[in-house]
C-alpha cells in the first residue's frame, strides 16, 4: 500500500506556535495567523483551539529557533517537552522562546496562567469540538475556521466529510476480508492483487489464489470435473471422484476415476495396435484423425471436452506417457505419447496399485447400461440395473500396455484388470466392446 505522509504531534515533536489574537479562553479564532507561512515546506500551518498558529512538521522535521515559519530536520538538542503532560488533555510543543506549551484535546484550551497546562473549555463554540477524524486522526482548524483531520498513515481525509479520516481510496488494501481459509497468510502482488503464502501441508487453491486448502495425499479422493453416471441426463452430469495414486514436487498429483466412467474398445478395428495410434487415446484426448490408425475425428466427441469445463481442463498437465513393455511377453510397446489423459501401464498399476483390492472398480449405472462387463464380488452373478448383490458391481477395466500379440493366430490383444483386482498381461482383443474405461492423468491443484 502506497504510504501516507505521517504527520502528527507527538509528544517529543517540535511544533511552531505564534500567538495570535483571540479572547483569553482562545474560543475565537483568527484564520489570518496562518498567512505566509509555509512552514519549510515540511509541514501544514493550522489554527488551534487557543487561537494559535502552528506549524505541523512533518515526521523526522521540528520547528527552526531562528526561524518561526520553517520546519528543519529534527536534531540531538534537548527537548523543553520532557515530563510536560498537559493535565493529561493535551500535547506539548515548544514556543519561539524554547518554552514548552500545549496543544489542547478537544473541549480544552491552554491555561492562561500556566501554558504548559491544559484546562477545560467555557460553553462557546469550537469547531474541533466531538470531531473525533473517525479515531484515525487529529482535528485542527484551518484558516477558514472549519474543521479539518490530519490523518493517520494508512488513511485520507474523506472526500466527503474533511472532519473523517477513511482508508486510503487510491491503495485499498487487497487483503482486506482474506483469510487464506485459516492456513496462511495473505500478501499483495506487484499486480495488486491478494495471494495466500501457506502453511506447511496446505496450498494455493488452484480456483482462488486468496485461499489455502489441505495438501492431498495418496488415497484421497478429489472431485474433479463432471461426467454422466447415474444414467438420468435430465438431471445433469454427476461429479467425478479421482482416487490420488502419486504425488511429485511441483505440486502436482497423479489420479485416476475411482469408478469405470465409461465402455470404450482399445480400438475401433481388430489389428495390431499400441497406445500411440489407438482410438481409445483419440477419443480420451480429443484428438483428430491422423492420430489413429482408423483415421476417427473425436476433436468434438470425445471424453476430456465432456468431463471438463476449460479452466478445469487449464489444471490438467500435459505429460510424458511412457511406453512401458509388457513384463510377461516380448510385445512392442510401441512410442512413447505426450497426452493430458491417459490409461495406466502394467509397470504403473504394480507401482500405484500394488494389491489387487486396490485394483477393484466399481461401474457406475450409466456404464452398466452402456454394455460393461461386472460381476458381484463375492457371489460372482452379474448385475442387474447396476446394483450388485452385496453393494459392488466390480468391472473389468482396460490398461494401454499390449497384451499377447500372435500374427499367425490372428491374435491382438491389450492387458486388462479383472473383477478380482488381478490383472491380465495376456489381455483381451483389442476391439472387445465390454472393457471398462479408468483416466489417468496428472493434474495442478
Same mark, same amino acid.
Given at each position: 500500500m502506497?504510504s501516507?505522509?505521517?504527520t502528527?504531534?507527538?509528544t517529543?515533536?517540535?511544533?511552531?506556535?505564534?500567538?495570535?489574537?483571540?479572547d483569553?479562553?482562545? %474560543?475565537?479564532?483568527?484564520?489570518?495567523?496562518c498567512?505566509?507561512i509555509?512552514?519549510?515546506?515540511?509541514?501544514?500551518?493550522?489554527?488551534?483551539?487557543?487561537?494559535i498558529a502552528?506549524?505541523?512538521?512533518?515526521?523526522?522535521?521540528?520547528?527552526?529557533?531562528? %526561524?518561526?515559519?520553517?520546519?528543519?530536520?529534527?536534531?540531538?538538542?534537548? %527537548?523543553?517537552?520532557?515530563?510536560?503532560?498537559?493535565?493529561?488533555h493535551?500535547k506539548? /510543543?515548544?514556543?519561539l522562546?524554547?518554552?514548552?506549551?500545549?496543544?489542547c484535546?478537544?473541549?480544552y484550551?491552554?491555561?492562561?496562567?500556566?501554558?504548559?497546562?491544559?484546562?477545560?473549555d467555557?460553553?462557546?463554540?469550537?469547531?474541533?469540538?466531538?470531531?473525533?477524524?473517525?479515531?484515525?486522526?487529529k482535528?485542527?482548524?484551518?484558516?477558514?475556521?472549519?474543521?479539518?483531520c490530519?490523518c493517520?498513515?494508512?488513511?485520507?481525509?474523506?472526500?466527503?466529510?474533511?472532519?473523517n479520516?477513511?482508508?486510503?481510496?487510491?491503495?485499498?488494501?487487497a487483503?482486506?476480508?482474506?483469510?487464506?481459509?485459516?492456513?496462511?497468510?495473505?500478501?499483495?502482488?506487484?499486480?495488486?492483487?491478494?495471494?495466500?503464502?501457506?502453511?506447511?501441508?496446505?496450498h494455493?487453491?488452484?480456483?482462488?489464489?486468496?485461499?489455502?486448502v489441505?495438501?492431498?495425499?495418496?488415497?484421497?479422493?478429489?472431485v474433479?470435473g463432471?461426467?454422466e453416471?447415474?444414467?438420468?441426463?435430465? %438431471?445433469?452430469?454427476?461429479?467425478?471422484?479421482?482416487?490420488?495414486?502419486?504425488?511429485n514436487?511441483?505440486?502436482?498429483?497423479l489420479?485416476?476415476?475411482e469408478?469405470?466412467?465409461?465402455?470404450?474398445?482399445?480400438n475401433?478395428?481388430y489389428i495390431?495396435?499400441?497406445?500411440?495410434?489407438?482410438?481409445?487415446?483419440?477419443?480420451?484426448?480429443?484428438?483428430?484423425?491422423?492420430?489413429?490408425?482408423?483415421?476417427?475425428?473425436?476433436?468434438?466427441?470425445n471424453?476430456?471436452?465432456?468431463?471438463f469445463? /476449460?479452466?478445469?481442463?487449464?489444471?490438467?498437465?500435459?505429460?510424458?506417457?511412457p511406453?512401458?513393455?509388457?513384463p510377461?511377453?516380448?510385445?512392442?510397446?510401441?512410442?512413447?505419447?505426450?497426452?493430458?489423459?491417459?490409461?495406466?501401464?502394467?509397470?504403473?498399476?504394480a507401482?500405484?496399485? /500394488?494389491?489387487?483390492?486396490?485394483?477393484q472398480?466399481?461401474?457406475?449405472y450409466?456404464?452398466?447400461?452402456?454394455?460393461?462387463?461386472?460381476?458381484?464380488?463375492?457371489?460372482n452373478?452379474?448385475?442387474k440395473?447396476?446394483?450388485c448383490?452385496?453393494d459392488?458391481?466390480?468391472?473389468?477395466?482396460?490398461?494401454?500396455?499390449?497384451?499377447?500379440?500372435?500374427?499367425?493366430?490372428?491374435i491382438?490383444?491389450?492387458?486388462?484388470?479383472?473383477?478380482?483386482?488381478?490383472?491380465?498381461?495376456?489381455?483381451?482383443?483389442?476391439s472387445?466392446?465390454?472393457?471398462?474405461?479408468?483416466?489417468?492423468?496428472?493434474?495442478?491443484?
Open positions: 502506497k501516507s505522509k505521517l502528527f504531534i507527538s517529543f515533536a517540535a511544533i511552531l506556535i505564534v500567538t495570535a489574537c483571540g483569553d479562553n482562545g %474560543n475565537s479564532t483568527d484564520v489570518s495567523a498567512t505566509e509555509t512552514c519549510g515546506g515540511h509541514g501544514k500551518c493550522a489554527v488551534t483551539q487557543d487561537n502552528v506549524c505541523i512538521c512533518d515526521n523526522g522535521y521540528h520547528t527552526d529557533l531562528s %526561524n518561526a515559519a520553517n520546519c528543519v530536520v529534527d536534531s540531538e538538542e534537548p %527537548n523543553v517537552c520532557k515530563d510536560i503532560t498537559c493535565g493529561g493535551g506539548c /510543543a515548544v514556543t522562546a524554547g518554552t514548552a506549551a500545549c496543544i484535546d478537544n473541549d484550551h491552554t491555561d492562561p496562567s500556566n501554558a504548559a497546562n491544559c484546562v477545560v467555557s460553553e462557546e463554540p469550537n469547531a474541533c469540538k466531538d470531531i473525533t477524524c473517525g479515531n484515525h486522526g482535528c485542527a482548524v484551518t484558516q477558514e475556521g472549519t474543521a479539518v490530519i493517520d498513515n494508512g488513511y485520507q481525509t474523506d472526500p466527503e466529510n474533511a472532519s479520516c477513511v482508508e486510503d481510496a487510491e491503495t485499498p488494501n487483503c482486506k476480508d482474506i483469510t487464506c481459509g485459516g492456513h496462511g497468510k495473505c500478501a499483495v502482488t506487484q499486480e495488486g492483487t491478494a495471494v495466500c503464502i501457506c502453511d506447511y501441508g496446505y494455493t487453491d488452484p480456483e482462488n489464489d486468496a485461499n489455502c489441505k495438501n492431498y495425499e495418496v488415497d484421497d479422493t478429489i474433479f463432471h461426467y453416471q447415474d444414467n438420468d441426463t435430465t %438431471n445433469g452430469k454427476e461429479p467425478i471422484e479421482w482416487r490420488v495414486l502419486g504425488k514436487g511441483f505440486g502436482q498429483y489420479i485416476i476415476s469408478k469405470v466412467l465409461d465402455v470404450m474398445p482399445y475401433m478395428t495390431p495396435i499400441t497406445w500411440e495410434k489407438s482410438t481409445i487415446r483419440s477419443w480420451l484426448n480429443g484428438y483428430g484423425a491422423s492420430y489413429n490408425t482408423v483415421g476417427n475425428d473425436y476433436t468434438s466427441n471424453f476430456i471436452d465432456t468431463a469445463i /476449460a479452466e478445469e481442463k487449464a489444471l490438467i498437465v500435459t505429460s510424458s506417457v511406453a512401458h513393455s509388457n510377461n511377453y516380448n510385445t512392442d510397446p510401441g512410442n512413447a505419447t505426450t497426452d493430458k489423459i491417459f490409461l495406466l501401464s502394467i509397470t504403473e498399476l507401482l500405484y496399485l /500394488a494389491s489387487d483390492a486396490k485394483r472398480a466399481d461401474a457406475t450409466y456404464t452398466v447400461k452402456k454394455g460393461v462387463s461386472v460381476k458381484g464380488s463375492d457371489l452373478i452379474e448385475s440395473d447396476g446394483t448383490i452385496d459392488h458391481c466390480y468391472a473389468l477395466w482396460g490398461l494401454r500396455t499390449p497384451g499377447y500379440f500372435v500374427d499367425d493366430s490372428d491382438y490383444s491389450v492387458a486388462y484388470v479383472d473383477f478380482d483386482g488381478s490383472y491380465n498381461s495376456g489381455g483381451c482383443n483389442v472387445r466392446t465390454d472393457i471398462g474405461v479408468r483416466p489417468a492423468m496428472w493434474i495442478q491443484y
